[in-house]
């Protein structure tokens, strides 16, 4: 496990939100004033100084339910308003396209290209703002400060810490769907062909050296697939050709349809009820210090403004009611946790000691080590 995936995550999700915000008030002919309003109030809490300097702290990564119900305030963070349907799905559309987006990099390091392809398009959503673009722009140092001099070791284990997060999650989307790289049981088909990770050799060739290392000669074979070099490495400086297409924008030239999420088979939408239990029965503690992160970033709400308006991720109230009716129960998929009491045991006291440190208590939604946004918001007070 890493402590280092946690700002990758958050900013990633948060980039695929706002994609998917930007193409539903376009679609939804929301007035430009108003998007402008929506997407500068979003960015500018998702990127309050104090939050990312915490966040960006050597640390676990958030549970699902804690990641999911920090996205709910995000969201709710300006006028808009989504219901709890169009929530759900806007965020298996965010947790489905970075999961695609880690699962193809070719690089562990890649993960990094994708995570400044989501900025440099969030700085072009705030670019007439210039106190909230440096405020991005300030993030994107942080990024390259912290992230820069890693070894790919170390990428490694962030990746593989994101995929963990990511584990079990199958949810189908259209977008996938029709571009034949998801199946329909959820599950993505990754490319055998293309191109190789910039810095190895395309396959099909074996060299054979003496007992000095000297090279005697090279045989080729077929690698059973066409595949082509990488001639050029991804920028990592503050603007720069990151090369790699991944964490563009994939909803800039698609159709409103295209953000769909087909109802997916009840044993395939674990994830999805979790998030939905998350929002409609929320940790008291964890919903205690999101209120308390939304006064700190002056996000806090207030009372419904005149001008608020509810943006719906869905293109008819059918699809919507369908969406809706395919959701198992809430209850559906908790888990009960079994605490065992040990002491009473006659055994020696070092059973009783490694019992006593397996108890969890029934109220936890986070780690052993605490809940990750207490401790957050303990350090931010």
Same mark, same amino acid.
């Not at 890649?110 to 991005?136: G, K, M, W, Y």
């Not at 239990?277 to 992160?293: F, G, I, R, S, Y």
């Given at each position: 496990m890493s402590f280092r995936p946690l700002p990758i995550l958050f900013i990633n999700l948060g980039g695929e939100m706002l994609y998917i915000l930007d193409q539903r008030l376009r679609a939804q002919n929301i007035p430009i004033d108003k998007s402008k309003k929506v997407m500068n109030d979003i960015i500018s809490t998702m990127f309050n100084q104090r939050f990312m300097e915490n966040l960006f702290r050597p640390q676990e990564i958030y549970s699902k339910k804690g990641m999911r119900t920090v996205f709910d305030r995000l969201a709710h963070a300006s006028i808009m308003r989504l219901n709890t349907a169009s929530m759900d799905k806007l965020y298996d559309l965010m947790t489905m396209a970075l999961k695609y987006q880690v699962s193809?990099?070719?690089?562990?390091?890649? $993960?990094?290209?994708?995570?400044?392809?989501?900025?440099?398009?969030?700085?072009?959503?705030?670019?007439?703002? $210039?106190?909230?673009?440096?405020?991005?722009?300030?993030? $994107?140092? =942080?990024? $390259?400060?912290?992230?820069?001099?890693?070894?790919?070791?170390?990428?490694?284990?962030?990746?593989q810490t994101l995929l963990e997060f990511f584990q079990d999650i199958h949810i189908r989307v259209s977008i996938f769907l029709k571009d034949k790289v998801q199946n329909s049981n959820g599950r993505f088909v990754l490319p055998l062909a293309g191109p190789v990770p910039y810095g190895a050799e395309i396959p099909g060739s074996i060299r054979y050296y003496d007992e000095s290392g000297k090279h005697i000669k090279t045989t080729e074979f077929p690698s059973g697939s066409k595949y082509q070099a990488s001639l050029r490495e991804g920028s990592v400086d503050m603007k720069g050709d990151r090369v790699i297409k991944l964490g563009t924008n994939m909803y800039s030239t698609v159709r409103p349809t295209d953000t769909t999420v087909s109802s997916p088979p009840q044993k395939t939408a674990v994830?999805?009820?979790?998030?939905?239990?998350?929002?409609?029965?929320?940790?008291? =503690?964890?919903?205690?210090?999101?209120?308390?992160?939304a006064h700190l970033m002056g996000a806090v709400e207030t009372k419904k403004e005149k001008s608020g308006f509810r943006v719906n991720m869905f293109n008819t109230d059918e699809e919507e009611e369908q969406f809706a009716a395919s959701r198992p129960p809430p209850d559906m998929y908790d888990f009960k946790v079994i605490n065992i009491d040990a002491s009473k045991i006659q055994k020696s006291d070092e059973l009783t000691r490694i019992m006593g440190d397996l108890s969890i208590p029934e109220s936890s939604g986070q780690s052993s080590k605490g809940d990750d946004l207490l401790e957050l918001m303990d350090s931010a007070s």
């Open positions: 193809l990099c070719l690089r562990p390091s890649d $993960i990094l290209l994708v995570t400044f392809n989501h900025l440099d398009a969030i700085r072009t959503f705030v670019e007439d703002s $210039i106190p909230i673009c440096n405020q991005v722009e300030t993030v $994107i140092r =942080m990024m $390259i400060k912290t992230y820069s001099s890693l070894s790919m070791g170390e990428f490694q284990l962030i990746r994830v999805s009820s979790t998030a939905e239990d998350a929002t409609a029965n929320p940790n008291p =503690m964890v919903k205690a210090e999101l209120n308390l992160l």
